[in-house]
């Protein structure tokens, strides 16, 4: 990795491997720990450098001056792209879904205050933004800039997710994350021990399409994963007061926030799915937590 990487790299914090204490657990004897990605980094948190890594250390190699890139009005992948490009001088261009709202979101703020350029693009045209999958493949790309899809999932992600992987130094059998794009589920898939199965929780509604997706940035056909759609709760970004209320009980008990569009969607399946009876005595899950707590301003 480039030295400019390297430097930012090593501003970072461990993520450490915590287990639960919960009386629900330990009645059931599955033992469930968190990877605290959410830790790394105040504002690079959870998944984004993980993925983010290799693609910027790709595009830098390449010359890159500018990246473009895509996400909603509380997107972290835009977040952290934007104050990573402040840090390393890249000029970032954030192409942002729906009208400009008359008063923009902290994160928009944010990124802003950060020097990415924003360009809010109506929502038929924001889909019609996902078929550009290759960092080369965006129309009218001029010379030194580069293009990184949605959430940043293209397979240059999935090496830094396997580094995640490669931290965790305790067996276990099941290793959960939520779904946004599929590309840290898909970095999981391709880097855990044989025995160990990954599931990933999708954050949206209908969301049959992302295994395809994550298919697709497999280099090989993989069967240790599964997506579980359940737990959407409405759609991306929606909550009731069943998840509000989930989100606050685990922060009370555990000291550890959580946010209802991702983390804690994954967290309230988990304890719903051991309640059900789906994990064995003597299973030992690790859920990782991918940060995004900046995207619950207001
Ligand atoms: C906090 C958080 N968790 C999970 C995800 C899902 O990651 P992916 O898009 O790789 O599925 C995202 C989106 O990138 C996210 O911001």
């Given at each position: 990795?480039?030295?400019?990487?390297?430097?930012?790299?090593?501003?970072?914090k461990?993520?450490?491997?915590?287990?639960?204490?919960d009386v629900?657990?330990?009645?059931?004897?599955?033992?469930l720990?968190?990877?605290?990605d959410d830790?790394?980094h105040?504002?690079?948190?959870?998944?984004?450098?993980?993925?983010l890594?290799?693609?910027?250390d790709?595009?830098?190699?390449?010359?890159?001056?500018?990246?473009i890139?895509?996400g909603?009005?509380?997107?972290?992948h835009?977040?952290?792209?934007?104050?990573?490009g402040?840090?390393?001088?890249?000029?970032?261009?954030?192409?942002?879904r729906?009208?400009?709202p008359?008063?923009?979101?902290p994160?928009?703020?944010?990124?802003?205050?950060?020097?990415?350029?924003?360009?809010?693009v109506?929502?038929?045209?924001?889909?019609?933004?996902?078929q550009?999958?290759?960092f080369?493949?965006?129309?009218?790309?001029?010379?030194?800039?580069?293009?990184?899809?949605?959430?940043?999932?293209?397979?240059?992600?999935?090496?830094?997710?396997?580094?995640?992987?490669?931290?965790?130094n305790?067996?276990?059998?099941t290793?959960?994350?939520?779904?946004?794009?599929?590309?840290?589920?898909?970095?999981?898939?391709?880097?855990?021990p044989?025995?160990?199965?990954?599931?990933?929780?999708?954050?949206?509604?209908?969301?049959?399409?992302?295994?395809?997706?994550?298919?697709?940035?497999?280099?090989?056909?993989?069967?240790?994963?599964?997506?579980?759609?359940?737990?959407?709760?409405?759609?991306?970004?929606?909550?009731?007061?069943?998840?509000?209320?989930?989100?606050?009980?685990?922060?009370?008990?555990?000291?550890?926030?959580?946010?209802?569009?991702?983390?804690?969607?994954?967290?309230?399946?988990?304890?719903?799915?051991l309640?059900?009876?789906?994990f064995?005595?003597?299973?030992r899950?690790?859920a990782?937590?991918?940060?995004?707590?900046?995207?619950?301003?207001?």
């Amino acid at each position: 990795m480039l030295p400019k990487l390297l430097s930012l790299e090593n501003t970072f914090k461990p993520s450490l491997l915590v287990q639960i204490n919960d009386v629900r657990f330990n009645q059931h004897q599955v033992e469930l720990w968190i990877k605290r990605d959410d830790l790394l980094h105040p504002i690079i948190s959870g998944n984004k450098w993980r993925k983010l890594k290799y693609s910027l250390d790709h595009a830098l190699s390449l010359g890159t001056d500018t990246v473009i890139s895509m996400g909603g009005m509380y997107s972290n992948h835009l977040h952290a792209l934007a104050y990573i490009g402040k840090i390393l001088g890249l000029k970032t261009i954030g192409l942002v879904r729906g009208e400009q709202p008359l008063i923009l979101t902290p994160t928009l703020r944010d990124v802003q205050d950060w020097g990415m350029t924003l360009k809010f693009v109506s929502r038929t045209d924001y889909r019609a933004l996902r078929q550009y999958q290759d960092f080369d493949s965006f129309p009218d790309l001029k010379p030194a800039q580069y293009w990184l899809p949605e959430g940043g999932a293209q397979v240059f992600a999935l090496k830094g997710v396997a580094e995640l992987v490669h931290e965790i130094n305790i067996a276990y059998d099941t290793l959960c994350v939520p779904c946004g794009t599929g590309a840290t589920l898909a970095g999981m898939a391709a880097a855990v021990p044989d025995n160990v199965s990954v599931i990933g929780f999708a954050a949206l509604k209908n969301a049959e399409f992302l295994r395809t997706d994550v298919a697709a940035l497999l280099a090989q056909p993989l069967n240790n994963w599964h997506i579980n759609l359940a737990y959407h709760f409405g759609g991306f970004a929606q909550k009731d007061a069943s998840l509000t209320a989930f989100i606050e009980d685990f922060k009370l008990q555990h000291k550890i926030s959580l946010e209802p569009v991702y983390t804690g969607k994954m967290m309230y399946a988990l304890y719903d799915l051991l309640q059900k009876g789906y994990f064995k005595p003597g299973h030992r899950i690790i859920a990782v937590h991918t940060g995004g707590l900046q995207g619950n301003r207001k």
